[in-house]
């Protein structure tokens, strides 16, 4: 039987090679499951700088560097089952930015999926964790017509195990 939108000629068949459910992905916070948070957007960035030395009379190139900087962001509404509170004042003290963590995993899909010719389809799980994470810089915005108060929240932190 051909496709419906298979094209002239029928098209090639579509392979269904893995499945990434919503309840496979975690945001933990210090290592504890950050529900009730009602993070909904989350962002972050690695970066290091590395400067490029040369030597005079030669072609001869050195990298020297490594110094790093990371930088996250949240967008979330406040309310919800955690206090609202917590991460502002949990990430907002500097002396504990040391022992601080952020970690979003994306766990293996909790769908037993078969793929062609009865193979297990999906992958295995994938964490970004973010080390000495403190919190910079939080502001907040409300629409008449939504009221909700969505937060704004930035982070810095000095590196991040990718796993």
């Known amino acids: 039987m051909a496709s419906v939108f298979g094209g002239a000629g029928g098209g090639a068949p579509q392979t269904i090679l893995g499945v990434i459910k919503a ?17 909904q957007q989350a962002e972050w960035s690695l970066e290091r700088t590395v400067n490029m030395m040369y030597e005079v009379g030669t072609q001869n190139v050195y990298y020297v560097g490594d110094r790093r900087k990371g930088q996250a962001k949240f967008s979330r509404v406040v309310g919800g089952s955690m206090d609202f509170k917590a991460i502002v004042k949990f990430y907002g003290d500097l002396c504990k930015s040391a022992s601080n963590s952020m970690e979003l995993v ?17 992958g295995g799980t994938i964490s970004y964790k973010m080390l000495g994470v403190t919190l910079t810089s939080i502001g907040a915005s409300v629409t008449a017509n939504d009221i909700v108060v969505t937060e704004n929240m930035n982070f810095m932190f000095v590196d991040m195990e990718y796993t």
């Open 23 to 39: 309840e496979d992905v975690h945001l933990k916070l210090n290592g504890a499951d950050a529900i009730g948070a009602i993070v």
């Open 106 to 122: 994306v766990g293996a899909s909790s769908c037993a999926a078969v793929g062609p010719g009865g193979a297990a389809v999906g």
